[in-house]
Nanobody, 119 residues
């Protein structure tokens, strides 16, 4: 199982930027990584993911053009650069790694970091 430590959240005005970091330790750190978020009263949603090669990245529609996911393979760290933040981006952001066991996809999640965007 992977251990993940996310940081970089905070309070920012709408239109501002934040950069989240997530260090990965243990197993699966060279697999697909990503970020999810959970807004108050809502289910957790995946906002960005990246495969090990970095050639395949996915962003949910609401963050395209504003968020960028990247990873430092040497440091086993994944980043989420968030620009032009909106109040609807508020939530707890979690990083994860994916792994497959016996054909079943699983995700290991780290602890979250709070992002609050005020108007």
């Amino acid at each position: 199982q992977a251990q993940l430590a996310a940081s970089g959240g905070g309070l920012v005005l709408a239109g501002g930027s934040l950069r989240l970091s997530c260090a990965c330790f243990g197993r699966f750190c060279t697999e697909t990584v990503g970020w999810g978020r959970q807004a108050p009263g809502k289910d957790r949603e995946i906002v960005a993911s990246m495969d090990w090669s970095g050639e395949t990245t996915l962003l949910t529609d609401s963050v395209k053009g504003r968020f960028t996911i990247s990873r430092d393979k040497a440091e086993n760290t994944v980043y989420l650069q968030m620009n032009n933040l909106k109040t609807e981006d508020t939530g707890v952001y979690y990083c994860y790694v994916e792994h497959t066991s016996s054909g079943v996809l699983g995700r290991d999640w780290g602890q979250g970091t709070q992002v609050t965007v005020s108007s």
